[in-house]
Nanobody
């Protein structure tokens, strides 16, 4: 499956952004989807994931209550709604896909999110 992330940008602290990740090439609804991020000088970290059906979601503690992951299987797209953004949310955000018990092994190209204070 090929993944294309978009929607990043520059926003002030307290603002909102919605990231999108469009999938192609395989049956999107067969894949669990996730968002990861990597800040400069730091390791990539998990942000949120959603099951293939959309019935189960999980969030990193650092974003819980501020970010919402969702998916539209008819549009082959997963979203990350980010509210109450903080400067520490600044990172390149990546979407990823996996099937079943696999590790996330399909990755998009990343989209930059910059939150100014």
């Amino acid at each position: 499956v090929q993944l294309q992330a978009s929607g990043g940008g520059l926003v002030q602290a307290g603002g909102s952004l919605r990231l999108s990740c469009a999938a192609s090439g395989r049956t999107f609804s067969n894949y669990d989807m996730a968002w990861f991020r990597q800040a400069p000088g730091k390791e990539r970290e998990f942000v949120a994931d959603i099951s293939w059906s959309g019935g189960s979601t999980y969030y990193a503690n650092s974003v819980k209550g501020r970010f919402t992951i969702s998916r539209d299987n008819a549009k082959n797209t997963v979203y990350l709604q980010m509210n109450s953004l903080k400067p520490e949310d600044t990172a390149v955000y990546y979407c990823a896909a996996k099937q079943g018990a696999e590790s996330y092994n399909y990755w998009g190209q990343g989209t930059q999110v910059t939150v100014s204070s």
